[in-house]
């Protein structure tokens, strides 16, 4: 996946950067919970 493109400023493409990581954390931990149930 290429960010640098997609954004026109390093503030857009660091906060998009942020958005996947804490989405595939809720990913993460959703699955964990599914598990459990």
């Known amino acids: ?8 400023t390093e503030e857009d493409s660091m906060q998009n ?6 989405n595939k954390k809720h990913y993460k931990l959703s699955k964990r919970t599914m598990k459990e149930f």
């Open 17 to 22: 950067m942020l958005d996947i990581l804490i």
């Open 1 to 8: 996946i290429l960010f640098s493109h997609e954004f026109s």
